[in-house]
């Protein structure tokens, strides 16, 4: 793999114009600082200094920016109006370019030029930096015309780290031989207490922090305090804040400032933002820490380490987005590039890396970001599953740890059914009793059975092999479930639930008869021959059973319900069966018919009942489609992400004639995205 990707490198970087993602492109939300469910902060508009930057939530988590240039203030994040006094002009903002996991903004003037990044080292080959909360924000200056004076400075709002601004906010500031960090959290710091989809974080503390030199001074003080002083003379406040105080009264900010003196070439400077959420996830009581935390004592150390390590990391983050775009740029042209680089952090970002103590083993959890706010839903975890699939499938085992260790009732809260669960909880909290689970017996017991086949094939070692042997029963039960409902599902949820019921589901049916195939492959992987050509002839069976039920009257395609003749959904559920290399089904099932006949200018409804569409899920056909129809999808894709609704991270869920938002935003299941890469990668 390794070679495969340097070579690559090489071919892409001696010239290769088509390896860049598309100029001009304009996400309708850009990640900065985009960590995981909590830590999460985007810039709204396309321009840095239009809007205050938010949280996934909408809420507001400001983050301003000014450079002093000769004296004169130019805000560069941030807009002109705050609650208090107006923040200065703006400096003209020139390109901004998202990478998987750096954004780049470029500004101008006539005297110097100034690019500001926000990179964040979600790496998922490595789990020291994949789990370290933190972002660079790395400034890069360039005089122009001779010699100019510069300052820069950039503050947080106390809200970070509040819920609400009617909480109480407490600060600190902590200094070493390598960094300084000004840090903001509330009095009450309600750990974990309590799962939510719309809350911001009110726990743990946010912490801005610099390499330690004479040029850098920070404060905490109220925002327009600190900002007025430094437009007006370049220096912060003399005094910092003491007493705690509630958010909106006079937002208190932790700041940071540069005085660069007098420029004559170009200067490279950084700050860091990063969140210490003392516990990641409560498991069923068990409160589960963030992975980073094995390595570090503090996040102090972290910092520290960080900042030692900087220049390693941003190399390897540059290296990293350099070889990546290159990758899906070769596999799916610049368009699919572009919106895969945006897609990225946001996938990433949804999950969270944390240590379990217990098993001595990395878990890795997801919120079901804008939808209940569920932790590890299954049928989340599933749409988002190439990502890892592409990049590190034994991730994706230890996303599914959680949900195998409730289902086999290795918690206090005992789960009675033969199919697998929907969930473990609202996120971060998982205390999930079994009356207020989501069924969706089909649609998770067949994600389940395939997602652990697909690791199966694609990350086999010591532990996977152990770790299917310990579960090996409970996949059992679940087939044997499957086996007995299918090959008609009947009435029951699938994951598109907004639509409604859809009884005799055919795209939920042939999920179920893979899953079953997918248990046969897992059989097959323990040596259990005679189980898995059992369970293998079933599937075989239903899928001859499958075409004569779903088959449209006419022949032209398949429909929704086996009961509908009149009727077609997208049958993305084909998709696995390739990961998986089983051909139970037509591989490349009715796309020929979508194009001709239900293809609008955003893409391809979901099916007949709306016009609207699940991203994923077109994401996943396009994957199984001909490079020809491919072109048709991927630039369908990049057009929906530049028209989509403006100002929240990219939705999911859109009206395929005019690309609005019809709910969802921001969430994991972008890693679907990632569907034609899984596919591309070999074991
Ligand atoms: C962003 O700012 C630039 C320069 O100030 C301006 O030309 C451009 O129209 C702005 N773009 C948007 C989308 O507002
Ligand atoms: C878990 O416990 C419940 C309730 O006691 C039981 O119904 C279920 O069969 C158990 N599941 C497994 C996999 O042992
Ligand atoms: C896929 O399955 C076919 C037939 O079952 C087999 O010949 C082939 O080697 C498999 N390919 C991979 C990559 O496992
Ligand atoms: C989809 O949109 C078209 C054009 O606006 C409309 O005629 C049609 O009724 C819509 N279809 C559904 C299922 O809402």
């Known amino acids: 793999m390794k070679q495969i990707l340097i070579a690559l490198f090489v071919i892409c970087f001696v010239g290769i114009s088509q390896c860049d993602l598309i100029k001009g492109f304009k996400p309708p939300a850009t990640p900065l600082f985009v960590v995981d469910p909590q830590f999460s902060v985007w810039a709204p508009s396309h321009n840095l200094t239009d809007a205050f930057t938010t949280h996934w939530t909408g809420a507001t988590k400001a983050v301003v920016g000014v450079i002093r240039i000769d004296d004169k203030p130019y805000r560069y994040l941030g807009p002109q109006k705050t609650a208090g006094s107006d923040l200065p002009e703006p400096i003209k903002q020139t390109d901004l370019i998202v990478f998987p996991t750096r954004t780049v903004y470029t500004f101008e003037h006539e005297k110097l030029s100034l690019e500001v990044q926000f990179s964040t080292p979600l790496l998922t080959d490595d789990y020291d930096l994949l789990s370290r909360p933190i972002t660079y924000i790395t400034y890069k200056v360039k005089p122009k015309n001779g010699p100019v004076k510069v300052q820069l400075y950039i503050d947080v709002v106390g809200e970070i780290a509040t819920d609400n601004n009617e909480e109480v906010v407490q600060y600190s500031s902590k200094s070493t031989d390598v960094s300084t960090s000004v840090i903001i959290g509330t009095v009450s710091q309600p750990v974990v207490k309590k799962g939510c989809d719309g809350c911001g974080i009110n726990w743990g503390y946010f912490y801005l922090t610099a390499p330690k030199s004479s040029q850098t001074t920070q404060v905490i003080a109220l925002a327009d305090d600190s900002r007025t002083s430094f437009s007006t003379t370049g220096r912060l406040p003399s005094q910092s804040l003491v007493e705690s105080r509630k958010v909106r009264d006079g937002y208190p900010v932790v700041a940071t ?30 409160h589960l820490k963030a992975y980073w935390t094995q390595k570090f004592a503090t996040l102090q150390d972290l910092l520290d380490d960080s900042v030692k390590q900087y220049s390693v990391i941003l190399e390897k983050l540059k290296e990293f987005d350099e070889v990546h775009v290159a990758d899906l740029t070769r596999v799916g042209g610049d368009t699919y590039a572009t919106v895969a680089s945006l897609a990225y952090r946001q996938a990433l970002g949804g999950m969270k890396l944390v240590w379990n103590d217990k098993n001595k083993m990395p878990w890795y959890f997801l919120k079901e970001i804008s939808s209940d706010g569920d932790a590890s839903t299954v049928d989340v975890i599933y749409p988002a599953s190439p990502i890892l699939l592409f990049f590190n499938p034994k991730l994706l085992l230890q996303q599914l740890l959680p949900i195998v260790s409730y289902a ?24 999930i009793v079994s009356g207020a689970q989501e069924d969706m017996p089909v649609e998770e017991t067949a994600n389940m059975l395939q997602m652990w086949s697909a690791v199966v094939q694609r990350a086999d070692d010591a532990e996977v092999r152990k770790l299917t042997q310990q579960y090996w029963s409970l996949f059992t039960v679940w087939a044997d479930y499957l086996v007995s409902v299918l090959p008609d599902p009947g009435e029951q949820l699938c994951t598109d639930d907004f639509t409604g019921p859809s009884p005799h589901n055919s795209n939920l049916a042939a999920k179920g008869i893979i899953g079953i195939a997918a248990y046969a492959q897992i059989a097959a992987y323990l040596q259990k021959s005679s189980v898995a050509s059992k369970y293998h002839d079933v599937a075989r069976g239903y899928s001859v059973k499958w075409i004569g039920l779903a088959t449209a009257p006419d022949g032209s395609h398949t429909k929704l319900q086996y009961d509908k003749p009149d009727s077609f959904s997208l049958k993305y559920n084909i998709y696995y069966q390739n990961v998986l290399n089983i051909t139970l089904f037509d591989p490349k099932p009715d ?16 099916d007949n009942r709306a016009n609207f569409t699940k991203l994923d899920w077109y994401y996943w ?57 899984a596919l591309s990668r070999k074991f």
């Open 621 to 677: 056909v396009a994957a199984i489609s001909t490079p020809d129809q491919f072109k048709i999808f991927a630039q369908k894709g990049y057009d929906m992400a530049g028209a989509t609704t403006r100002g929240i991270p990219l939705t999911d869920w859109y009206e395929t004639d005019t690309a609005a938002i019809k709910g969802f935003r921001a969430r994991p299941v972008v890693g679907g995205i990632y569907a034609k890469m």
């Open 591 to 606: 796309i020929k018919y979508y194009l001709a006949s239900k293809n609008n200018k955003y893409g391809t409804p979901l």
């Open 257 to 286: 400032a540069w005085d660069l003196g007098v420029l004559n070439s170009p200067k490279e400077l950084f700050a860091i933002a990063s969140y210490d959420d003392i516990v990641s996830i409560d498991f069923f009581g068990q």
């Open 408 to 431: 086999a009732n290795e918690t206090w809260s005992k789960y009675p059914h033969a199919f697998a669960p929907h969930h473990l909880g609202i996120y971060p909290v998982c205390n």
